[in-house]
Nanobody
Framework: QTRLVESGGGSVQAGESLKLSCIAS?????????LKWYRQAAEKEREFVSE???????KYSDSVKDRFTTSSEKSRHQWYLQMNSLKPEDTAVYYC??????????WGQGTRVSVSS
C-alpha cells in the first residue's frame, strides 16, 4: 500500500525558513506522477502550492513563487518544499501528494506550519 509521510513542519517567526520533506513508500510508477504540495489554512479551502510535473518541470502558486522551492530525489520517492521568507499567511497544514493519473492519487497526513509575526 502506498504511503506518504510529511515531516519538517514547526513554528517559526516571520522571515525565517523551513524545509518540508515527503517520503513515499511503495509508490509505483513514480516517474508518471506529479509530485505536489498543497496547504490548508484554518477555515479555508485546500490550495495548491507547488508541483514537480512528470516531465520534471516546476509550478508554483503566485502566493509562494520566488519564496518557496520544490525539489525531489532522482528516485522521485522523496520530495521537498524549501520555504523561505515565511509570512504569517503561510500558516497552514501542508500536505504532499502524488497524483499518478490512472494509477491513483496519494496523500500524506499533513504537517503543521505556524508563522508568527
Amino acid at each position: 500500500q502506498t504511503r506518504l509521510v510529511e515531516s519538517g513542519g514547526g513554528s517559526v517567526q516571520a522571515g525565517e525558513s523551513l524545509k518540508l520533506s515527503c517520503i513515499a513508500s511503495r509508490l509505483a510508477f513514480s516517474s508518471r506522477c506529479a509530485l505536489k504540495w498543497y496547504r490548508q489554512a484554518a477555515e479555508k479551502e485546500r490550495e495548491f502550492v507547488s508541483e514537480i510535473t512528470n516531465v520534471g518541470t516546476f509550478k508554483y502558486s503566485d502566493s509562494v513563487k520566488d519564496r518557496f522551492t520544490t525539489s525531489s530525489e532522482k528516485s522521485r520517492h522523496q520530495w521537498y518544499l524549501q520555504m523561505n521568507s515565511l509570512k504569517p499567511e503561510d500558516t497552514a497544514v501542508y500536505y504532499c501528494a502524488a497524483e499518478c493519473g490512472s494509477w491513483g492519487d496519494f496523500w500524506g497526513q499533513g504537517t503543521r506550519v505556524s508563522v508568527s509575526s
